[in-house]
Each structure stands twice: as structure tokens, then as C-alpha cells.
């Protein structure tokens, strides 16, 4: 079991950058594939982005070409790199494991809010 605490969110304008982090325990971290996912107020959650054991990335099509995910096995994190964000990436970002399509229905932080508004 692998569980992240989320970090690096805030409020940044239109076109700009951030950069989350999430640093998990368990001492597998590194055979797992882990994920970020987000939600915006009223909406489902969703997955941003994903990274296998292996270092294959995944991302949703709203994200692809502006936001790029890695991981540091050395240090049990996982980072989402942000660029070009627009309002409609405004929601709580979290991480957790990733199991391709499929959210995760538990196992989750307290996530990390980012506000894309000018």
C-alpha cells in the first residue's frame, strides 16, 4: 500500500507554471505506478496523468503537451509539472496509485489545491 502526501499547490494566473509534489511511503514505492488525478468542484474525479514502475507516461487529453509527470524513486515522489495552465485546471490535485482508465476508490490524501485565475 502506497499512500502520498500532496504539496506545491496555489494561485497562479493564466498561462503560468507549477510544479506538484507527492511524497508517498511504503518501501515498494518504486514497483508501483503512481497517478495524479484532480477534482473540480461538482465534477467526478478524474486522472490527470499517470507513470509506470518502468517510467511509461500516460495523460488525458486536456492535459497532453502542458503538463508533465515523473517520479524520483530515490526520494518516494512523484511530480506533476504544470505549464500553459488555463482555469479549467482549477481543482484539488491528488495522487494516488494508477491502474490505467480505472480511479482508485480509496487511499487518498488531503490532496493539493490549485486556482488558475487572474
Known amino acids: 500500500q502506497v499512500r502520498g502526501v500532496e504539496s506545491g499547490g496555489g494561485l497562479v494566473q493564466p498561462g503560468g507554471s507549477l510544479r506538484l509534489s507527492c511524497a508517498a511511503s511504503g518501501s515498494i514505492f518504486r514497483l508501483y505506478a503512481m497517478g495524479w488525478y484532480r477534482q473540480a468542484p461538482g465534477k467526478q474525479r478524474e486522472l490527470v496523468a499517470g507513470i509506470t514502475s518502468g517510467g511509461s507516461e500516460n495523460y488525458a487529453d486536456s492535459v497532453k503537451g502542458r503538463f508533465t509527470i515523473s517520479r524520483d524513486n530515490a526520494k518516494n515522489t512523484v511530480y506533476l509539472q504544470m505549464n500553459s495552465l488555463k482555469p479549467e485546471d482549477t481543482a484539488v490535485y491528488y495522487c494516488?496509485?494508477?491502474?490505467?482508465?480505472?480511479?482508485?476508490?480509496?487511499?487518498w490524501g488531503q490532496g493539493t489545491q490549485v486556482t488558475v485565475s487572474s
Open positions: 494516488n496509485v494508477y491502474r490505467g482508465s480505472v480511479v482508485p476508490t480509496d487511499n
